[in-house]
């Protein structure tokens, strides 16, 4: 691999193998979530089928976190049990021949509140606005100010606690990396995540994450970034 971090054919089209069985898996999940059943149930069938379907394993420690667990960016999953009305944010990914996938989504189980509602929409507006900035030769800072001013914009920017996004391949963090003090340039053939979030402690949490190829603009993923609600 390149010092820029520009990915080869091969090395594409196994991180897009990698991102179906993500996509795989998450399809799975949304098919056996149901009231009760534990973050760590979830973060453990999610490892189960990852390598069932091929993968060699995770590409990191998977993160479900219900409800205001999901005001923690990096949440372990616990014994905590799932209810009506919490979002539920799962963050994920798989190994394939050594390169890594990366995926995040939040959907809501039950009926949400207003401010729920309009977080989600915040996030997923900006999580958009960034998508249409990554592309070769702009400022990894520009790509992070088009998520991080409009979540401003909204009210929340003291809750945006983290970069927009980092460069995917062997390492599921690597080079190069989107926030607002990065001195780097997007390439075309560079792989990175674009993932917003908002996180508002004690109540809840909101992100939505997809791996682009920098030049392409199309996200790996085929599942919708639109607000899923799922029901008992």
């Given at each position: 691999?390149?010092?820029?971090?520009?990915?080869?054919?091969?090395?594409?089209?196994?991180?897009?193998?990698?991102?179906?069985?993500?996509?795989?898996?998450?399809?799975?999940?949304?098919?056996?979530?149901?009231?009760?059943?534990?973050?760590?149930?979830?973060?453990?069938?999610?490892?189960?089928?990852?390598?069932?379907?091929?993968?060699?394993?995770?590409?990191?420690?998977?993160?479900?976190?219900?409800?205001?667990?999901?005001?923690?960016?990096?949440?372990?999953?616990?014994?905590?049990?799932?209810?009506?009305?919490?979002?539920?944010?799962?963050?994920?990914?798989?190994?394939?021949?050594?390169?890594?996938?990366?995926?995040?989504?939040?959907?809501?189980?039950?009926?949400?509140?207003?401010?729920?509602?309009?977080?989600?929409?915040?996030?997923?507006?900006?999580?958009?606005?960034?998508?249409?900035a990554v592309a070769d030769g702009t400022a990894c800072r520009a790509a992070d100010a088009a998520a991080r001013d409009h979540i401003a914009r909204c009210g929340y920017g003291?809750?945006?606690?983290?970069?927009?996004?980092?460069?995917?391949?062997?390492?599921?963090h690597e080079p190069p990396t989107l926030n607002a003090k990065s001195e780097e340039t997007l390439a075309a053939g560079q792989v990175v995540t674009v993932e917003p979030g908002?996180?508002?402690?004690?109540?809840?949490?909101?992100?939505?994450?997809?791996?682009?190829?920098?030049?392409?603009?199309?996200?790996?993923?085929?599942?919708?970034?639109?607000?899923?609600?799922?029901?008992?």
């Amino acid at each position: 691999m390149q010092n820029d971090h520009i990915k080869s054919a091969e090395e594409i089209a196994l991180m897009r193998r990698a991102a179906a069985i993500t996509d795989d898996v998450y399809e799975y999940i949304l098919g056996i979530v149901s009231e009760g059943v534990t973050e760590a149930a979830l973060a453990d069938a999610i490892y189960r089928k990852t390598v069932e379907l091929g993968a060699s394993g995770v590409s990191f420690d998977t993160i479900v976190a219900f409800g205001e667990s999901g005001a923690e960016p990096h949440h372990v999953p616990t014994d905590k049990r799932l209810q009506e009305g919490m979002f539920v944010t799962i963050d994920m990914g798989a190994v394939v021949e050594g390169l890594c996938s990366d995926f995040t989504r939040t959907f809501a189980f039950g009926d949400i509140d207003e401010e729920q509602r309009r977080v989600y929409d915040t996030v997923y507006e900006a999580q958009k606005l960034a998508l249409s900035a990554v592309a070769d030769g702009t400022a990894c800072r520009a790509a992070d100010a088009a998520a991080r001013d409009h979540i401003a914009r909204c009210g929340y920017g003291e809750f945006y606690i983290h970069g927009t996004g980092h460069g995917v391949g062997t390492e599921i963090h690597e080079p190069p990396t989107l926030n607002a003090k990065s001195e780097e340039t997007l390439a075309a053939g560079q792989v990175v995540t674009v993932e917003p979030g908002i996180y508002l402690p004690g109540r809840m949490g909101v992100r939505i994450e997809d791996m682009v190829l920098v030049g392409e603009g199309r996200p790996f993923s085929r599942h919708t970034t639109e607000l899923i609600t799922l029901r008992q």
